[in-house]
């Protein structure tokens, strides 16, 4: 089966089809998930957390971010693979937005880049397209703008006004898709009809986005499920817990003659 394309993620907002972008930060989980053929992957910053361990996902730097990114594009076969940029690594000058984002692309192979940001950043995302940078904006009450109030809050909320000038700026100057966080419906509905390009929906956006997001606890990989199960759909990490404990009392118990383990 062919690689979906970017052109044809857009088709499917034309044709009315509903979409999901996975979130992924390393080569074994992107073969398990694409193999299940999501629409798109989304390899994000928040993988400076739940991967390498990170304090803040604002402590990710543009080389963790080509290492995961690297990474999942080598296992992902079935859509297109985007990558976050880091904190700071665009906000600075224009220049350093199109190096940066060169590099990433360049090194990793991935599809294209995602920046957060508002209209303020339209003329990066312009600026990025015009030398051959596919870009998907993210906007709203970002990660990274949200780390200055203290983190992501349910109750914290932009103007309509704003919210319709920064996705109308990022539209126009040649993002593919945008993400939305911390924008509610039925605004994001609104936003979602009005929009030619696809609409994704993060924090509190809701479900009428063209497309949604999946990411490892969907089906339950995080440490806290293990003693709270919580996947929506699946309970990996509890599965994996029980298993690996299984293996380690057999072994202690000389019940287990184990062969090598094969290379995949």
């Known amino acids: 089966m062919a690689k979906k ?18 979130i992924c930060y390393s080569y074994e989980t992107a073969r398990i998930f694409d193999k299940a053929g999501p629409d798109m992957f989304l390899v994000g910053d ?30 992902v076969q079935s859509g297109p693979v985007v990558v976050d940029m880091p904190f700071m690594s665009y906000q600075t000058s224009i220049e350093d937005a199109v190096r940066n984002a060169g590099r990433i692309v360049k090194e990793t192979r991935c599809d294209a880049v995602k920046l957060e940001g508002d209209a303020y950043f339209a003329p ?3 600026a990025l397209v015009k030398v ?3 870009v998907m904006a993210h906007t709203g009450v970002t990660p990274m703008a949200s780390s200055a109030m203290g983190g992501m809050r349910g109750g914290f909320t932009l103007p309509s ?9 990022l ?24 929009l030619r390009i696809p609409t994704i929906a993060g924090y ?11 990411w490892p606890n969907t089906v339950g990989y995080a440490y806290d499920a293990i003693e709270r199960p919580a996947g929506q759909y699946g309970a990996a990490a509890k599965t994996m817990y029980d298993g690996a404990v299984a293996y ?7 019940r287990v003659r184990r062969r090598q383990p094969q290379p995949a």
Do not use: Y
């Open 204 to 214: 509190l956006a809701g479900e009428e986005c063209d497309l949604l997001l999946g």
């Open 5 to 22: 394309t970017i052109g044809e993620i857009q088709q499917m907002k034309a044709e009315g089809k509903k979409g999901v972008m996975w």
């Open 161 to 169: 006004e704003k919210v319709w000038n920064d996705v109308r700026s």
């Open 46 to 75: 928040s993988g400076s957390r739940f991967l390498l361990g990170h304090p803040e996902t604002n402590d990710t730097t543009l080389e963790d971010m080509i290492s995961m990114g690297r990474a999942v594009a080598r296992a």
């Open 171 to 194: 539209q126009d100057a040649g993002a593919f898709s945008i993400v939305l966080t911390g924008i509610r419906p039925p605004l994001t509905e609104e936003i979602t009809k009005e």
């Open 248 to 254: 380690i009392a057999d072994v202690r118990a000389g």
């Open 124 to 126: 990066t995302v312009a």
């Open 132 to 134: 051959g940078i596919n």
